[in-house]
């Protein structure tokens, strides 16, 4: 099991609750397809992801990923893995509030 916590500060207006629910999903649905297109679902044993908005100015985004992956992965280097899927949550995020600006 792999742990990564970023906390990455955004400049960006205050969000109302909805972007922040869309800010998190945004997140998590880009670790989740990062993961998902680099090993296969059958090879992801536990694939857990949870990203935190917090605070208004500055917002505080905190994207945790937890995969085990089966034996038959081996050759797949799980924490490299996972610090890329924290990146695209990160970069998909930023992408979005850019939108809002």
Same mark, same amino acid.
């Given at each position: 099991?792999?742990?990564?916590?970023?906390?990455d =500060?955004l400049?960006?207006?205050?969000?109302?609750? =909805? $972007?922040?629910e869309t800010?998190?999903?945004?997140?998590?649905?880009a670790a /989740?397809?990062?993961i998902?297109?680099? *090993?296969?679902?059958k090879? *992801? @044993? /536990?694939?857990?992801i949870?990203v @935190?908005?917090?605070?208004?100015k500055?917002l505080n985004?905190? !994207? &945790?990923?937890?995969?085990?992956?089966?034996p $038959?992965?081996k050759?797949?280097?799980?924490d490299?893995l996972v610090s =890329?899927? !924290?990146?695209e949550? !990160?970069?998909?995020? &930023? #992408?979005?509030l /850019?939108?809002? #600006?």
């Amino acid at each position: 099991m792999t742990r990564v916590k970023l906390v990455d =500060e955004l400049e960006i207006p205050e969000l109302t609750t =909805e $972007q922040i629910e869309t800010l998190c999903t945004t997140a998590e649905n880009a670790a /989740r397809k990062h993961i998902l297109a680099k *090993v296969s679902s059958k090879m *992801v @044993e /536990r694939l857990d992801i949870s990203v @935190e908005a917090e605070g208004a100015k500055p917002l505080n985004l905190t !994207v &945790e990923v937890e995969l085990a992956l089966s034996p $038959q992965a081996k050759n797949v280097d799980a924490d490299a893995l996972v610090s =890329e899927a !924290v990146k695209e949550a !990160v970069n998909a995020s &930023e #992408k979005y509030l /850019r939108k809002l #600006k």
